[in-house]
DNA sequence: CTGAAAGCGCTTACAG
DNA sequence: CTGAAAGCGCTTACAG
């Protein structure tokens, strides 16, 4: 008998002992290993049957599946993703979910991308540019294969970025004549503008504005001056506000605005819990709305249209935009579309006016 | 002179060589080497200045950061989560984000996550168990350091994975005995013997439910009709809606109840938008709400409160949820409490009554 | 249809 | 405070 022993011819023993050289964490998982022993087959036809299945024969197939089944194995898609260069990642990049029409996107957007077998990793930004760019980067260390983003106003150095890692990306709820690639929104400047059109044409003489700062809300602003200007109307009083946006903001801004100028016949307010909060201060005020004032929101919430039939809304279709983005991705990533086509949809929108409800 | 050649001294060369060799996917990016040529320093000295900084010396650190940001170098995730076995990951299952009261509960969470340095894979499982199943699968596969799930009735299958892998996980939106780990949540069951309780307290004699029927919807119906049937009203007239909840399926539901018994002067809805929906077709039929029929929601929607203040909700502290169980899988991730120690919290809910408002 | 070898880009566990 | 060696668990690009 020899002394000296002949390594051991298994793979299983091998793989144990490196392993327990090593001790990094403790007992480490199924691997794809464990499979490929199981099924007596290589790892490399494990792999294929998760990723290429019809490349597989139907036997090995149904085998290496039933010890999948067996075991219990999850495929790491860190190792994955790493050998491969295909993360399976999309990042979504939204100012917030909650109360936020922003929440009806991404769940269309995330149903629409887990069907076509990505995840979604979520990052809220909070309407902060700044924000948004170190955001950019967190999620950037994942390797996405698709960024989906809130917005056109974005830093230079967010831009650049993303141009650089030369994935695709969709700007949405937005519009502007330069995006980083492809874009699905509308123009909230279009937006103010057509809102007070519809002011005027409902004989407002005096309109003001609650309006929130970021990127979206100004544009919205400059629409509604503008078409205010064009009327002859320079003075239009106005209530900023900080996000996020309710009901109790609302209601304190109308009697803000009101105590400003107090010949104010309409409020173009920057969301419907807005709305519904000036609404509130107005009853309260015995204020006659719309006759009295005339309030609009924006977002058309479902809730809105059947419990304050007062209000004018702005309808926009968050749902489609999550669906078509998600659709401008895929076909980027499937290849029928090549990193050149800049695609662009304009969804628009519609000022639902109050005596249409 | 030789004619063979010696390997390249230098590392960069023979990567480069190395890489040419393999021409897996096009141009690279960015590698942890690249960084580390251009600092004069060894991989893991950058490694070190992304996870240990205080480990580098003052001006290695400074150097190395320098680098960093001129080249523009993010660390890749996949490739360290491979490594260390820390993918800083946590995965949340919800059934949906859209006009749900879970969209609070996510951006919290997710928010709270976030400044604690992980991110969160957002997966959708609307309110099917074995969708739920299978998506944890996917979501497993990035090997998430921890997991948010919604409710507390899941798969066997699903229980016993969760357990065998090991992470922390944390039910919410809803009670159990039998937690799989954490728990923030509250008693659908009480919820419904409180709104019971409540209806029969202003007077209610022939109450009815309008419900979704899943499990947290179950919960609170079959805490309905205890607490009625223990006030002698065992007929409880039921319309059973299909998810998304609306207010056009509220508005639907409440003729279909009438239909069936007349003299109905109370209904509970599964939530707020039910609610609204059936207080339109109140309306719709010349019915004085709450005189002639009371109308109770459920999720206290900030909108709700103010603009059908003659509805009657439970309010629920979706926000309280969300950060609770950040709190909860972030103490565990951090070490400071063990995996035996189950923690558990009852947010509680109340009932807000149609006076209050 | 299947497999052996090499590599993806990091980090661990030492040692100094 | 810093680094050389080895390994994390997969997949690619062949070859047969």
Known sequence: MSTIKPPAPRDDHTDATVRAKRTRGGPKGLRITDVAAQAGVSPITVSRVFNNPESVAPETLERVRQVVQKLGYVPNRLAGGLSSARSRLIAAIVPTISHS?????????????????????????GYSASNE?????????????????????????????????????????DMTDAPIDMLVGFSHYEIGAAVATHLLERGARRPALVSANDARARARRAGFRERLAQAGIEDVPEALVAPPSSVAVGKRALPELLARAQDIDAVFCGSDLLAIGALGAARAMGLQVPSQLAICGFGDLEFATETTPQLTTVRVDGTRIGVNAARFLLDRLSGEHGADEHRFLDVGFSVVPREST
């Open 101 to 125: 029409l922003f929440s009806e996107t991404v769940q269309v957007f995330s149903e629409t991308m887990s069907r076509a077998g990505y995840e979604v990793l979520l990052a809220l930004s």
């Open 133 to 173: 760019e170190s955001l950019l980067d967190t999620v950037l260390s994942r390797r996405p294969e698709g960024v989906l983003l809130t917005g056109v106003a974005h830093t230079d150095s967010l831009r650049e970025r993303l141009r650089n890692v030369g994935i695709p990306v969709v700007e949405t709820w």
